[in-house]
Structures are given as structure tokens and as C-alpha cells.
Nanobody, 125 residues
Framework: QVQLVESGGRWVEAGGSLRVSCLAS????????MGWFRQAPGKEREFVAA????????NYADSVKGRFTISIDNAKYTTYLQMNSLKLEDTAVYYC??????????????????WGQGTQVTVSS
């Protein structure tokens, strides 16, 4: 089992920056890809970014490309999502996820085995 705990979500002004974190514990060596998803009220959960633990290769949703950066500190078992130039539409609960499947479609929530409880990010003008 792998446990994921997100932190860092808070209120922020539009145009501002915020970094959220995801601390992994348990059988972390089994995880291959770490991802971030988000869910806004009344909307489906959507892919934000993902990173391959072994190579550092990252993928991003078009809506955040150029503004968000995913990174991982394997020594600290922590995955980060640095969010810059935040927009009102970035308001959502942000979830950390992990998959143990090599070759999984990192854009699909169904590819991920483990999920955190989420952290709220609110962007306002």
C-alpha cells in the first residue's frame, strides 16, 4: 500500500503563485508515475500533470502548460506542483495520485491506483 498526503492548498489572488506538495509513504518503490489531478465544483476530475519517477519526464494538460511545473524529490518521497500565473479557473481540489503500472496512460485517472485526500486551491480576483 501507498499513502499520499497533499498539503499547501490555500487561497491566492489571480496572477499569483502557489506550490502544493504530496508526501508518499509505504511501498513507494512500487510507484512508477506520480500525477496531479483536480476537480472543480460540478465538474469531473481532470488531469493536470504527471511525472515519471525514474526519468523525470513530465506531461501537462494544455490548460496549465507553461504555467505549472511538476517535480519530484525521490529522497523526500515528495512530489510538487508549482503553479504560477494562477487563474480563476484553476480553483479546484487538487489530488495527488500514483500508479504502479508501467506504460499506463498517465492522462487517465483510471490508470492510478493510489490517491490522496486532496487539497483545496482557491483563486480569486
Amino acid at each position: 500500500q501507498v499513502q499520499l498526503v497533499e498539503s499547501g492548498g490555500r487561497w491566492v489572488e489571480a496572477g499569483g503563485s502557489l506550490r502544493v506538495s504530496c508526501l508518499a509513504s509505504g511501498r513507494t518503490f512500487e510507484t512508477h508515475v506520480m500525477g496531479w489531478f483536480r476537480q472543480a465544483p460540478g465538474k469531473e476530475r481532470e488531469f493536470v500533470a504527471a511525472i515519471v519517477r525514474g526519468t523525470g519526464i513530465a506531461n501537462y494538460a494544455d490548460s496549465v502548460k507553461g504555467r505549472f511545473t511538476i517535480s519530484i524529490d525521490n529522497a523526500k518521497y515528495t512530489t510538487y506542483l508549482q503553479m504560477n500565473s494562477l487563474k480563476l479557473e484553476d480553483t479546484a481540489v487538487y489530488y495527488c495520485a500514483a500508479t504502479t503500472i508501467y506504460g499506463a496512460n498517465v492522462y487517465e485517472a483510471t490508470s492510478y491506483t493510489y490517491w490522496g485526500q486532496g487539497t483545496q486551491v482557491t483563486v480569486s480576483s
